[in-house]
């Protein structure tokens, strides 16, 4: 059978589970509930992305727009957001009234050539069915000198996550088969333009005392696994609580590139 994605990123996507269907629509609710912006993945795009007041920016795959708000509100620059849910957009609008969030999809990019100073998303390229395209088009409206910022997952942090992995190990196997490797990434950035390839692993731990955004499947991982596989990880996690605060690590790779 497959898994059928209805993605906020980009076009539904298939996998080889059952079928089960995630409508990012109807997840719009629990991801501006649960999903927060990681404070080291911010930290580096704002000193590795060089952006400041007059820096125009573009987030692929915006979601609710935790990132593009939180880059205006730290430097002011100009940002835009695009999206194919519409409602993560009409979430994300109502928190700013100044970014520029709207339709659309990263492999087709409805900007002009060399408009912006950074191009980032974060937790998307796995939807991205035509990478090469993205980046060739991020490639196109990004201006001499600007950057792109992918935020994603190797697969040792795939293997590690915690508590994803940790408590839900059923969602590795489906994680390893979505997420490209970083690798392919880079060969992709070198064939359409980018130089000065590089990449950075963050990191910020933390301690869970509240474990609704699981229950919420607030992580699309948690769509891809059974039921039973997902209430095991549930009761694990609410036997661990009862001792306290689960101790977790959230890690990315930010891949940079450079358009000279």
Known sequence: MNVIVLSSKVLPRLFERSCIVIDYDKQATEYAQHRRVHPEVLKNI????????????????????????????????????????????????????????????????DFPADLFHLVFSVDVIHHVDDRSAYFGEAYRVLKRGGKVCTVTDSEEII???????????????M??????????????????????????????????????????????????ISEEAFQMGMARMERDLREGPIPCVSRYVLLWGTKN
Request: include cysteine; hydrophobic fraction near 35%.
């Open 46 to 109: 704002l000193t590795d992305g060089g952006i400041h007041g007059a820096s125009n920016v573009l987030e692929v795959g915006c979601g609710t727009g935790n990132y593009s708000v939180a880059l205006e509100t730290a430097v002011g620059c100009s940002c835009w957001g695009i999206d194919p849910s519409e409602q993560m957009l009409s979430r994300a609008k109502g928190r700013s009234q100044t970014i520029r969030f709207q339709p659309g999809e990263a492999e087709s990019l």
């Open 159 to 173: 293997r590690h996550r915690q508590p994803l992995a940790s408590h839900f190990p059923e969602t590795v196997e």
């Open 175 to 224: 994680e390893l088969k979505r997420y490209p490797r970083i690798g392919e990434l880079r060969v992709l950035m070198e064939s359409v333009g980018f130089d000065a390839i590089h990449e950075t692993t963050v990191e910020f731990a933390y301690s869970l005392d509240d474990i609704q955004a699981y229950r919420d499947k607030a992580f699309s991982s948690l769509h891809l």
